[in-house]
């Protein structure tokens, strides 16, 4: 009888020990679920990706694990990571859940699927009145990528409008002003953001900076930068914002010990390399009377090889060869700038014009490609030219772009900034 009462009471306190634990297993799960949530729906995206990363780290069978991973990379803009999450996320799951069909819309709407995903995601924020801000979002950033700048700020208009004061809705609709060079509107934007006194995340903060710098206030524009460049983790674009804001400001001094700490970690890539040797060759030329016009005019040389499109750096360079008397260098370099600015004058005008009213247009993403090939930035005319493809497979002039870009490699050559 005792021990009929023993193992009675063993297995009471088996179940019980295992009723227990499924409540922490299931509280810690709700709480992370919390945690991130709210983290996620205030804009706190770079604490959200360190707590989804731990989580994936806690519990890698976990597909919800994978699932928040997922959505921290894609509001962050890295969509292949979160492709890659979602996978995992998909591989684990025993049948396909709502929130993941969802989450893999919501990341093709990102990355520019718009027509494949605009009618799912209406229907799902709909009945999901709480999620509509992520549909929003999403459909905003698909915008963008493909140049629909006026459809973007409509998504994001609907998000401010309801949630208004949200410091992260003010925030990317101030990035997507920015995008599209309404600067000053663009700041009232992120300045409301920032002031509603909840942490900012880093972009939020140096896009208002680079606002304030473009309308021309280097002073304010420096002192919205001053935490990052005195706190942990600064990164190169920074401190590439605060060599301009002290150039601005004459302070000829303080840009040089900031280009010093870029330049102790030299960008790798072609881009960075280019950006940097553009930075040195301006901080150079502000030295005035003392300024070593051979050395800015050897920087100047190699960032326009590097970066063919970049027409700041061949403005630059003429003026450097004016300097060192090569007269005919600098008339062959002006006939090419005025060849850049044409250029660029025409993609704007599509960019944030045509193609809002003409977005599926072939014709009009196949001249941004002839046109980004003729100034030297192969690589991007390239994707162009596979974008006019993706919307009509017989466009003629996009294939033998493709055809011959592909054969001389475009995709290993340099390729200068986006066009500003």
């Given at each position: 009888?005792?021990a009929?009462v023993?193992?009675?009471l063993?297995?009471?306190?088996?179940?019980?020990?295992?009723g227990?634990a499924?409540?922490?297993?299931?509280?810690?799960?709700?709480?992370?679920d919390?945690?991130?949530?709210?983290l996620?729906?205030?804009g706190?995206?770079?604490e959200?990706g360190?707590?989804?990363k731990d989580?994936?780290?806690a519990?890698p069978d976990a597909?919800?694990?994978w699932?928040?991973s997922?959505?921290?990379?894609?509001l962050?803009?890295?969509?292949?990571?979160?492709?890659e999450?979602l996978d995992?996320?998909l591989?684990l799951e025993r049948?396909?859940?709502d929130?993941?069909v969802?989450?893999?819309?919501?990341l093709?709407?990102?990355?520019?699927?718009l027509?494949g995903?605009?009618g799912?995601l209406r229907?799902?924020a709909?009945?999901h009145?709480?999620?509509?801000?992520q549909?929003?979002?999403?459909?905003a950033?698909?915008?963008?990528?493909?140049?629909?700048g006026?459809?973007?700020l409509h998504h994001?208009d609907r998000?401010?409008?309801?949630?208004p004061?949200?410091?992260?809705?003010l925030?990317?609709r101030?990035k997507?002003?920015a995008?599209?060079?309404a600067?000053q509107?663009?700041?009232?934007?992120?300045?409301?953001?920032?002031?509603?006194g909840?942490?900012a995340?880093?972009?939020?903060?140096?896009t208002l900076?680079?606002c304030?710098l473009?309308?021309?206030q280097?002073?304010?524009?420096?002192e919205?930068l001053?935490?990052l460049l005195e706190?942990?983790?600064t990164?190169?674009?920074e401190?590439r914002?605060?060599?301009?804001?002290?150039?601005e400001?004459g302070?000829?001094e303080?840009?040089?010990?900031l280009?010093?700490?870029?330049?102790?970690?030299?960008a790798?890539?072609?881009?960075g390399?280019a950006r940097?040797?553009?930075?040195?060759?301006r901080v150079e030329?502000?030295?005035?009377e003392?300024?070593?016009w051979?050395r800015?005019e050897?920087?100047?040389?190699r960032?326009?090889?590097?970066?063919?499109?970049?027409?700041e750096a061949v403005?630059?360079w003429?003026?450097?060869?004016?300097?060192?008397g090569r007269?005919?260098?600098a008339?062959?370099?002006?006939e090419?700038l005025?060849k850049l600015?044409?250029?660029?004058?025409?993609?704007?005008r599509?960019?944030?014009?045509?193609?809002d009213?003409?977005?599926?247009?072939?014709?009009l993403?196949?001249?941004?490609g002839?046109?980004?090939?003729?100034?030297?930035?192969?690589?991007?005319a390239?994707?162009?030219y596979r974008?006019?493809?993706?919307?009509?497979p017989?466009?003629a002039?996009?294939?033998r772009g493709v055809d011959?870009?592909?054969?001389?490699?475009?995709s290993?050559?340099?390729?200068g900034?986006?066009?500003k």
């Amino acid at each position: 009888m005792k021990a009929r009462v023993v193992g009675l009471l063993a297995g009471v306190c088996l179940v019980a020990g295992l009723g227990a634990a499924l409540l922490i297993f299931t509280g810690w799960r709700y709480s992370d679920d919390a945690a991130l949530r709210g983290l996620v729906e205030s804009g706190r995206l770079t604490e959200a990706g360190e707590r989804a990363k731990d989580l994936v780290g806690a519990r890698p069978d976990a597909p919800s694990a994978w699932r928040w991973s997922a959505t921290c990379h894609r509001l962050a803009g890295r969509l292949e990571q979160a492709a890659e999450a979602l996978d995992r996320a998909l591989g684990l799951e025993r049948e396909i859940s709502d929130d993941l069909v969802a989450e893999r819309a919501l990341l093709r709407a990102t990355g520019g699927d718009l027509e494949g995903t605009k009618g799912f995601l209406r229907a799902w924020a709909a009945s999901h009145p709480g999620e509509a801000w992520q549909a929003e979002l999403a459909l905003a950033k698909g915008c963008l990528m493909r140049f629909r700048g006026q459809q973007a700020l409509h998504h994001l208009d609907r998000w401010v409008e309801a949630a208004p004061g949200n410091p992260y809705a003010l925030a990317e609709r101030g990035k997507a002003k920015a995008w599209l060079m309404a600067y000053q509107e663009a700041a009232r934007d992120l300045e409301a953001s920032l002031s509603a006194g909840v942490p900012a995340e880093r972009d939020t903060r140096s896009t208002l900076a680079r606002c304030l710098l473009e309308t021309s206030q280097p002073g304010r524009a420096m002192e919205c930068l001053r935490p990052l460049l005195e706190g942990e983790g600064t990164e190169p674009g920074e401190i590439r914002l605060g060599v301009l804001c002290s150039l601005e400001l004459g302070d000829q001094e303080g840009a040089e010990r900031l280009l010093g700490r870029l330049l102790e970690n030299p960008a790798s890539n072609p881009e960075g390399m280019a950006r940097d040797g553009l930075l040195q060759a301006r901080v150079e030329m502000a030295r005035g009377e003392r300024a070593d016009w051979a050395r800015v005019e050897s920087l100047l040389r190699r960032v326009t090889v590097q970066a063919p499109g970049d027409h700041e750096a061949v403005f630059l360079w003429i003026r450097a060869l004016h300097k060192a008397g090569r007269e005919g260098e600098a008339g062959r370099a002006e006939e090419r700038l005025a060849k850049l600015e044409a250029a660029y004058a025409r993609i704007q005008r599509i960019q944030r014009g045509e193609m809002d009213k003409a977005p599926l247009d072939p014709a009009l993403h196949a001249e941004v490609g002839a046109l980004l090939e003729s100034v030297g930035n192969r690589a991007e005319a390239l994707g162009w030219y596979r974008s006019a493809l993706a919307i009509d497979p017989g466009h003629a002039e996009a294939a033998r772009g493709v055809d011959r870009l592909g054969r001389a490699g475009a995709s290993a050559i340099p390729g200068g900034p986006a066009p500003k």
